[in-house]
C-alpha cells in the first residue's frame, strides 16, 4: 500500500485540539535518538514522498508539536532494530521520560537480546516502565517466539502491558501467526495485550479476540485514517488522497466490524497517532475520527477513558508519571519523593 495526498503538509500542522473536559492521552508516540529518528523518516519518505518532516526532526520539535496541541501525556515508545541497541535504546527511554512530565515510556527487546528477562525486569522494576512494546515486521521476529518467555513472565509477574504491533500485513509482506496470539493471550492472562494498528483491515478478528480474552485490547493507530480513506473512496468524495496498492474491496468485507468496534467495544479501544511519523498531526487525525460521527462518548473513550482504564488494570496511576490535572511533577522527582518517604 502506498498512499500520497495533495497538500499533504496541512495535516502536519499541530494546531489545539477541540476537547472539553479532557485531554487526548496519547497512547502512541515516538520521540528517538537522533540516528534512529532520521532513520524513521526517510524511511517514511520512502513509501510517502511528500512527506513535509524534515531527517533531523527531533526531540524538541516533537515535543513542541504536542504541547501546541495540547497533548499533555503520551506513550512513548522505541524497538532495536538490532540486539546491540537495545538496552542504550531503553536507557534513552528511561531518561527521556524521566524529564518530561506526562511521558509514559515502555521499553522493548530484540529476539538475540542474550539476557532477555534482565533486561525486562530492568526496564520494569528498576526504570519503572509501564510496559513493553515489540514491533515484530520491523523487528524481523514473532512477538509470539517461544524464546521471548522469559520477557511474558516478568510481564505476567508484574501484571504489565505488552503493546505489538499487528495488521497492514501486506505493506509489510510479513502476517501476525494468530495461533500463537491466542495462545499467549491465554497463557499470560495478566499480561494486557495491545494490537497496535488493530490487526487492520481484519476488525473482525479484533472483535473476536475481545470477545473471547478480556486482556486484548485495541489501539487504532492509523487504522482510523485509513478507513476515512476507503469510506471517501466508497462514497466518490474527493477527499485529496491519491491512493497506490490500496484494495477497496478486502477493506470492504470487515467495515461492519469497523463500526462496531467503536459502537460497541470502545472500553477496550485506544487510539494513538505514531506522531511524528503517522498520517498526520492531532487535529488532522482527531478530524479523521469525527468523521464517522460515533459521538462524543466514544470520542472520549478512544482519546482517554480507555487509556486511562489499560493503566488501572495493569496496578498503574497516570500520575505516577508525573502529570495531574492541576499539578507537574517529572518522573525523577516523583522517584526522589518515594525514596525519601520510604
Not at 476537547?19 to 510517502?48: A, N, Q, S, T
Not at 495488521?167 to 510479513?174: P, W
Not at 473471547?212 to 485514517?225: A, E, I, K
Amino acid at each position: 500500500m502506498k498512499m500520497l495526498e495533495k497538500g499533504f503538509e496541512r495535516r502536519f500542522q499541530d494546531l489545539p485540539l477541540e476537547l472539553e473536559g479532557y485531554d487526548w492521552f496519547d497512547p502512541h508516540v515516538h520521540i528517538l535518538p537522533p540516528r534512529r529518528m532520521k532513520g524513521l523518516i526517510r524511511w517514511v519518505k520512502g513509501f510517502f514522498p511528500g512527506f513535509p518532516l524534515p531527517e533531523d526532526y527531533g526531540r524538541e520539535q516533537v515535543l513542541k508539536g504536542l504541547e501546541r496541541a495540547g497533548v499533555r501525556r503520551f506513550f512513548n515508545l522505541v524497538f532495536p532494530l538490532w540486539a546491540e541497541e537495545t538496552e542504550e535504546l531503553n536507557r534513552f527511554n528511561y531518561e527521556l521520560c524521566s524529564g518530561v512530565p506526562g511521558a509514559v515510556p515502555f521499553g522493548s527487546l530484540h529476539l538475540d537480546h542474550p539476557d532477555k528477562e534482565a533486561e525486562t525486569a530492568r526496564c520494569i522494576l528498576e526504570y519503572g516502565f509501564a510496559g513493553m512494546k515489540l514491533h515484530p515486521f520491523a523487528q524481523g521476529f514473532s512477538a509470539f517466539h517461544e524464546e521471548m518467555r522469559p520477557m511474558y513472565e516478568v510481564l505476567q509477574d508484574a501484571g504489565r502491558p505488552l503493546l505489538v504491533h499487528t495488521g497492514f500485513e501486506e505493506f509489510y509482506g510479513m502476517a501476525i501467526p494468530l495461533k500463537d496470539l491466542e495462545r499467549h493471550l491465554s497463557r499470560w492472562d495478566k499480561v494486557q495485550v495491545v494490537a497496535v494498528h488493530g490487526l487492520f483491515p481484519r476488525f473482525d478478528v479484533a472483535l473476536g479476540l475481545l470477545e473471547s480474552y478480556p486482556n486484548f485490547w485495541v489501539d487504532l493507530t492509523n487504522s482510523v485514517s485509513c478507513m476515512r480513506i476507503y469510506y471517501q473512496y466508497k462514497g466518490g468524495e474527493d477527499g485529496g488522497w491519491e491512493v497506490q496498492g490500496f484494495d477497496p474491496y478486502e477493506i470492504s468485507k470487515y467495515e461492519r466490524h469497523f463500526e462496531k468496534l467503536l459502537e460497541e467495544n470502545a472500553g477496550r479501544v485506544i487510539y494513538g497517532t505514531d506522531y511524528p511519523v503517522g498520517f498526520g498531526a492531532h487535529r488532522a487525525l482527531l478530524e479523521d475520527l469525527r468523521y464517522f460521527r460515533f459521538g462524543e462518548g466514544v470520542e472520549r473513550q478512544l482519546l482517554h477513558d480507555s487509556v486511562l482504564s489499560l493503566l488501572s488494570r495493569c496496578g498503574i496511576e497516570a500520575t505516577d508519571y508525573g502529570r495531574e490535572e492541576e499539578e507537574i511533577t517529572s518522573l525523577a522527582e516523583l522517584r526522589h519523593q518515594k525514596e525519601s518517604s520510604g
